[in-house]
């Protein structure tokens, strides 16, 4: 499966972005998918994940503002109240191998990150 993440930018502390991650070549439904963040000199870091049968996990720290959904053979980020500290590259990811959903080298197959950038 290839994957697409899009729909970053520059936005204010406060605001709200949405972003996309358009999957090709297999039908997405059929994996554990998750968005991954990686802020500049720091690991890579779990933001959510949606697995196959349709439960969601959040990373504790996000619950209530970030919220992920998957229509067709696209993912989704809806992230609210966006904080200067959510300015990271956000990744998107598909296949987990095991069941530790929230690590990053448990994902197969990763799409280039999207770029978001919170103003104070």
């Known amino acids: 499966v290839q994957l697409q993440a899009s729909g970053g930018g520059l936005v204010q502390a406060g605001g709200s972005l949405r972003l996309s991650c358009a999957a090709s070549?297999?039908?997405?439904?059929?994996?554990?998918a998750g968005w991954f963040r990686q802020a500049p000199g720091k690991e890579r870091e779990f933001v959510a994940h949606?697995?196959?049968?349709?439960v969601i996990t959040y990373a504790d720290s996000l619950k209530g503002r970030f919220t992920i959904s998957r229509a067709k053979n696209t993912m989704y980020l809806q992230m609210n109240n966006l904080k200067p500290e959510d300015t990271a590259v956000y990744f998107c990811?598909?296949?987990?191998?095991?069941?530790?959903?929230?690590?990053?080298?448990?994902?197969?197959?990763w799409g280039p990150g999207t770029l978001v950038t919170v103003s104070s």
């Open positions: 990811a598909a296949q987990v191998i095991g069941t530790q959903y929230s690590l990053p080298g448990a994902y197969s197959y």
């Open positions: 070549g297999h039908a997405l439904r059929s994996y554990t």
């Open positions: 949606i697995r196959s049968s349709g």
